[in-house]
Every structure is written in structure tokens, then in C-alpha cells.
């Protein structure tokens, strides 16, 4: 699999100009850093790229949703969209309402909760979980969580050790899209379906996940004031098809995160980019 990654990754580096991955906790933060990446399935041609921001590395935060369903779907332990429906249990103490409720693999990409997030992985243990993230080649591959705190299984794709660019989502997307990850055909399907679909106007049909959390200072230490927004996934219309990553990073802070404005200007951008 190391020869098929090698040659997915060159294709596309060689198309976008990638640049030295750089950490964003290794970065003086600039708040106008940012990054619009589409580029076509099937030939890897860059349709746009915008942003100075498309090689730095942040947390995936819950785009990392997106992979943990291929690892539930191959593991076994997801059985398709609605099966299982795993309980919520007071323990979890899920922050918002919506998050409160018995969840199955649908409702757990379409309300992003976390809690089914840390289950799943919990339930893959940290061997095969580690293994999956190594196969699929995902961003720097660290779980090792926050310092000293030795809480990787459950807590390292947000804002902590794991970190992806948005190049190497896109990257990603196109491996999953073109059935290169080393998964069954019948784990892509499923992951497929889970994902929340958005029609534009101009007939594309938009599948994506947001992701939103706050930066850590050159300290390590999270910095509530400063948050980033993702939105990554496809879109297809007519046999075509495009992947596509955005990163946004704001230094005001917003209610609720940037993951939904990340996402509005990301099908604004889709719907006249695309034809």
C-alpha cells in the first residue's frame, strides 16, 4: 500500500506545488490564513486553489469523523447508517442538547457528536486505531494526544497531536473516492452514505463534514480567542466529481464556532465555481 500511497500523494503534490508541511502550533498566527482547495476525482487537476494556508497542519477536529466511519464500517463494529444505535448515558456529559440522544452512524456525522466519536474508538482500541490512521496515511499520524495526559484514544483529533493540512485532506478524500485506501468496496459505500448531502442550485450534489475548534499559543496551551473552521468532502453531478477542503482561521472568536460559515462559503464557492 506504501507504493500506491506514494504515487496518489505525488500526483497531487506535483499538481498543487505542496509546500513543507508546517505545524500551526509552530506558526505565528496570522488570521487571514486560509485555503480553498478543488480538485477533480478522476484526473487530479486543480480547479482552484486559494490561500497561503493549504500545507499548514491543524487539527481535523470533527472532519476527522470522516475517517473514523471507514474504520467503524471495516472494523465491523458499524454495521450500516442505522445499526447500531448506541444509548446516551449520562456520563458522557455531552455539552449540547441535541448531543443528549441515542445516536447511530447517520445522526452521528449530521449532528457531529462527539461522544459516538470516542465510543468507537474506544471500542477499536488503541492498536487497531493507530493501524488505520498509519494505512490510510492520515496527516502526521500522531495520536498521542495532549501532553502528559496519555488520552490519545479518545482525544487526539481535537486540538491536540493529530494535525492534517488541507492538502492531505484532499489527498484523503481522493484515495477514499477512488477506492485506494485499503479498505472493502462495501466500507466506502457506507461511509459514503452517511455523510450529510447539500444540493446547490446548480445541480450539484454537495457531501460534506464541518469541523470547528479553537488553536493552541506557541506555548501549547489552548487559546480559546483563536479558532479555526474546516469543511471538506465531494461533490458529483452527472458522473463528475470533485473534492474539496476549506480552512478557515479567524482570531475573534465566534458563537458557535466556524464550522457552519466555513461551510456556507464553501457551497457559495462551489455553486460558481462549478458548472
Given at each position: 500500500?506504501?507504493?500506491?500511497?506514494?504515487?496518489?500523494?505525488g500526483l497531487?503534490?506535483?499538481?498543487?506545488?505542496?509546500?513543507?508541511?508546517m505545524s500551526?502550533q509552530?506558526q505565528a498566527?496570522?488570521?487571514?490564513l486560509?485555503?480553498?482547495?478543488?480538485?477533480?476525482v478522476?484526473?487530479?487537476?486543480?480547479?482552484?486553489?486559494?490561500?497561503?494556508?493549504c500545507?499548514?497542519?491543524v487539527?481535523?477536529?470533527?472532519?476527522?469523523?470522516l475517517?473514523?466511519a471507514?474504520?467503524?464500517?471495516?472494523?465491523?463494529?458499524?454495521?450500516?447508517?442505522?445499526?447500531?444505535?448506541?444509548?446516551y448515558?449520562?456520563e458522557?456529559?455531552?455539552?449540547?442538547?441535541f448531543w443528549?440522544h441515542?445516536?447511530d452512524?447517520?445522526?452521528?456525522?449530521?449532528k457531529?457528536?462527539?461522544w459516538?466519536?470516542?465510543e468507537l474508538?474506544?471500542k477499536?482500541?488503541?492498536n487497531e486505531?493507530?493501524?488505520?490512521t498509519d494505512?490510510?496515511d492520515?496527516?502526521?499520524?500522531d495520536?498521542?494526544?495532549?501532553?502528559?495526559?496519555?488520552?490519545?484514544?479518545?482525544?487526539?483529533?481535537?486540538?491536540s497531536?493529530?494535525?492534517?493540512?488541507?492538502?492531505?485532506?484532499?489527498?484523503?478524500l481522493?484515495?477514499?473516492l477512488g477506492?485506494?485506501?485499503?479498505?472493502?468496496a462495501?466500507?466506502t459505500?457506507k461511509?459514503?452514505?452517511?455523510?450529510?448531502?447539500?444540493?446547490l442550485?446548480?445541480g450539484?450534489?454537495?457531501h460534506g463534514?464541518t469541523?470547528?475548534?479553537?488553536?493552541r499559543?506557541?506555548k501549547g496551551?489552548i487559546?480559546?480567542s483563536?479558532q479555526?473552521?474546516?469543511?471538506?468532502g465531494w461533490a458529483?453531478?452527472?458522473?463528475?466529481?470533485?473534492?474539496f477542503a476549506?480552512?478557515?482561521?479567524?482570531?475573534?472568536?465566534?458563537?458557535g464556532?466556524?464550522?457552519?460559515p466555513t461551510?456556507?462559503?464553501?457551497?457559495a464557492?462551489?455553486?460558481?465555481l462549478l458548472k
Open positions: 500500500m506504501a507504493k500506491l500511497n506514494a504515487g496518489v500523494t497531487i503534490a506535483a499538481s498543487l506545488g505542496v509546500l513543507p508541511l500551526v509552530a498566527f496570522d488570521k487571514t486560509a485555503c480553498m482547495l478543488v480538485v477533480k478522476d484526473s487530479g487537476k486543480v480547479l482552484t486553489k486559494e490561500g497561503e494556508g500545507a499548514v497542519r487539527s481535523p477536529a470533527s472532519t476527522f469523523k475517517p473514523l471507514v474504520m467503524g464500517f471495516e472494523s465491523g463494529i458499524l454495521k450500516s447508517a442505522h445499526d447500531p444505535v448506541w444509548p448515558k449520562s458522557y456529559k455531552a455539552e449540547l442538547e443528549r441515542d445516536t452512524a447517520a445522526r452521528w456525522e449530521d457531529s457528536v462527539v459516538f466519536s470516542r474508538t474506544k477499536l482500541g488503541m486505531f493507530q493501524k488505520f494505512d490510510f492520515y496527516g502526521n499520524r495520536l498521542s494526544g495532549d501532553k502528559g495526559k496519555h488520552n490519545g484514544l479518545t482525544h487526539s483529533w481535537i486540538s497531536s493529530l494535525e492534517i493540512s488541507p492538502e492531505e485532506q484532499v489527498i484523503f481522493r484515495k477514499l477506492r485506494q485506501l485499503p479498505v472493502s462495501q466500507t459505500e461511509t459514503m452514505s452517511v455523510l450529510p448531502i447539500q444540493k442550485e446548480n450539484w450534489a454537495v463534514k469541523g470547528s475548534s479553537v488553536e499559543n506557541s496551551k487559546d480559546r483563536r479555526f473552521g474546516w469543511y471538506v458529483e453531478k452527472d458522473g463528475k466529481r470533485v473534492v476549506r480552512l478557515n482561521r479567524n482570531a475573534e472568536r465566534q458563537k464556532g466556524m464550522g457552519v461551510k456556507n462559503e464553501t457551497w464557492e462551489l455553486g460558481s
